[in-house]
């Protein structure tokens, strides 16, 4: 599944998602993130740490959503609700370098390496506005 045409742009641009997730109590957390859209997968990858709170929502959890809003047009916006489908260890901190490359420009050093992770998330349908 892919996102629309019209919209697709705003996962292909280095921007934040505002990534929700449901913590235990059944209530929504939301945070900015960083992300990179893999269209020939047709996946959202994350990075995030074994410490966090978003991290104990999704594996009880694995349902989120994302918003992200064009910056140019605050009504446009794209939605995505999918299934985390999978976290992979990532002890080296090599996607969060990649994510500080497309954000930043730039890369520095990634102190929590030894707890990163990598977040999949399959996309089970797209909003947009």
Avoid: C
């Amino acid at each position: 599944m892919g996102p629309p045409d019209s919209h697709a742009d705003l996962l292909e641009r280095a921007l934040f998602a505002h990534y929700a997730t449901v913590r235990a109590d059944g209530a929504p957390q939301v945070n900015p993130m960083w992300f990179a859209w893999d269209p020939e997968r047709g996946v959202i990858r994350m990075t995030h740490t074994k410490r966090r709170h978003n991290y104990r929502n999704v594996q009880r959890e694995p349902r989120v959503a994302l918003s992200i809003t064009d910056p140019e047009d605050p009504y446009r916006y794209i939605q995505v609700r999918g299934v985390v489908e999978s976290i992979e260890d990532d002890p080296t901190g090599s996607f969060h370098e990649a994510l500080q490359r497309r954000y930043r420009g730039t890369v520095g050093p990634v102190p929590d390496r030894e707890n990163r992770v990598i977040l999949t998330i399959r996309p089970t349908a797209f909003k947009t506005g």
